[in-house]
């Protein structure tokens, strides 16, 4: 699939049966910072305010105050209006009766100077996104988080793919496990994903629920170099479509 980010839409009704994704620089100046900060929950404030690096805090303030800029303007709400509720492994959704009429469902991930979004209604997301560290691929990390299946699959491989392979099988795995909003409370070796580089991304298998494999589909975003992204997404019946903020 040909993917194209397009730039700043003025305009980005969410109808039924699409899914939005939209793709951002945690690199903001000062002053946007400091007017991201200005929409943010107490508690996400004193959240932000815990993070130990600057530039850890910054990025989680510009990702909240950019997650309430785009809710803000899908729900026609003033940003800093917005509350959110947490799901049992920590997975925020709106709160509040407008929010509720709407039935918006979103997902974030950020990593290193990227925060990626995705949005829908009445349908389950996950997003993830990780900046690619070739010294963090390595077969150790691989046998811990991976299952058996996706572990063989990636030693067929060359070692020059081995990287973007590692990448596809983290972002895929946790992008489930987001949309399902378990966390790490659903065991990484219960499901497997594709992998291998060209190929299409997929759930593969399951020692669960048949079903989940059917309920889901799976995409792989290309969001720039140096990255790996997936997006996860109840059903199949819908459209995505690609924003850059
Ligand atoms: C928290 C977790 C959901 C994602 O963590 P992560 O990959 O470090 O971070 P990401 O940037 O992708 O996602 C963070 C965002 O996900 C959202 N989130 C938090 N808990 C979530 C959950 N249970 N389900 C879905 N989304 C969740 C939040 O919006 C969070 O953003 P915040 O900083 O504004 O609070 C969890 O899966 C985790 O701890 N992962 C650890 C990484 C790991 O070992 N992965 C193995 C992959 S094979």
Not at 41 to 47: G, L, Q, R, V, Y
Not at 107 to 130: I, M, W
Not at 146 to 155: G, H, N
Not at 190 to 211: C, H, K, N, W, Y
């Amino acid at each position: 699939m040909t993917q194209t980010w397009v730039n700043l839409p003025t305009d980005t009704p969410l109808a039924d049966g699409e899914v939005h994704l939209w793709r951002a620089s945690l690199a903001q100046t000062p002053d946007a910072l400091r007017r991201l900060h200005s929409t943010l929950a107490p508690d996400e404030a004193a959240k932000a305010a815990r993070f130990h690096f600057p530039r850890d805090r910054d990025h989680f303030i510009a990702a909240r105050g950019l997650l309430r800029r785009l809710l803000g303007r899908y729900l026609a709400q003033p940003p800093d209006s917005l509350r959110f509720a947490y799901g049992a492994y920590g997975k925020p959704s709106l709160g509040g009766a407008a929010a509720a009429a709407q039935d918006l469902r979103f997902n974030l991930s950020h990593s290193h100077e990227l925060a990626l979004y995705a949005f829908a209604r009445g349908r389950e997301l996950g997003v993830d996104l990780e900046h690619m560290r070739p010294d963090f691929a390595g077969e150790d990390i691989a046998e811990r988080f991976f299952s058996a299946r996706e572990v063989s699959m990636l030693r067929t491989l060359p070692a020059e793919a081995r990287t973007p392979a590692f990448f596809n099988c983290w972002t895929r795995k946790e992008a489930y496990i987001k949309a399902r909003g378990e966390g790490l409370s659903h065991p990484l070796d219960a499901f497997d994903v594709s992998l291998i580089p060209g190929e299409p991304a997929a759930l593969l298998g399951t020692r669960g629920d048949p079903r989940e494999l059917t309920r889901w589909s799976l995409h792989s975003l290309d969001v720039g170099e140096a990255y790996a992204a997936a997006v996860v997404v109840q059903g199949t019946d819908y459209t995505l479509r690609l924003w850059q903020l």
